[in-house]
Nanobody, 116 residues
Framework: QVQLVESGGGLVETGGSLRLSCAAS?????MGWFRQAPGKEQEFVAA????????YYADSVKGRFTISRDNATKTLYLQMNDLGPEDTAVYYC????????????WGQGTQVTVSS
């Protein structure tokens, strides 16, 4: 069992930046971020393989978001730059136990709101 606790969400203006953090109770094979905007389906944002650090991004965030992890503290990060209203959503930290999308464990979510 992996418990995940997100932090770092908030309100930011268009063009601004935010960094999300996710504290994990244990290491997982992979970790990632998903988001869900009101009235929309859940969307993959980014993922990272814990050993080796290979990163994956959705096309919609590539070049603006960066996923990273701190091995010592078992913390996952999502640096979000050049934010726009389309990035407004609840962001969820996730963890996976094998190859494929990391969907096994989910955090409670943190709200990100980008004002236009």
């Amino acid at each position: 069992q992996v418990q995940l606790v997100e932090s770092g969400g908030g309100l930011v203006e268009t063009g601004g930046s935010l960094r999300l953090s996710c504290a994990a109770s244990a290491r997982a094979f992979s970790m990632g971020w998903f988001r869900q905007a009101p009235g929309k389906e859940q969307e993959f944002v980014a993922a990272i393989i814990w050993n080796g650090g290979k990163e994956y991004y959705a096309d919609s965030v590539k070049g603006r978001f960066t996923i990273s992890r701190d091995n010592a503290t078992k913390t996952l990060y999502l640096q979000m730059n050049d934010l726009g209203p389309e990035d407004t959503a609840v962001y969820y930290c996730t963890a996976g136990t094998g190859w494929g999308m990391p969907r096994t464990y989910w955090g409670q979510g943190t709200q990100v709101t980008v004002s236009s």
